[in-house]
């Protein structure tokens, strides 16, 4: 099986200004970790999806340059 693991950071939308014309968007410190294999971590803290990502890979993502934080 291959895994193609990405990472989608969360975020949540700011309360608009009265009268703004667009909506502000934070990320909220929140990651969630999917693959094609099928796994899906949830939502957990970014601080630790390198760690997530690396136990289901089986190598260190941090050492890769394919990994973003
Ligand atoms: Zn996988």
Redesign the pocket.
Known sequence: ?K?E?SIQAETERMPAEPGAKWAEYRATGQAQLT???G?DSGKVPKAGAAQLASN?LGFDVTQSSNWRK
């Open positions: 099986m895994h693991l693959c094609s294999c796994y289901h």
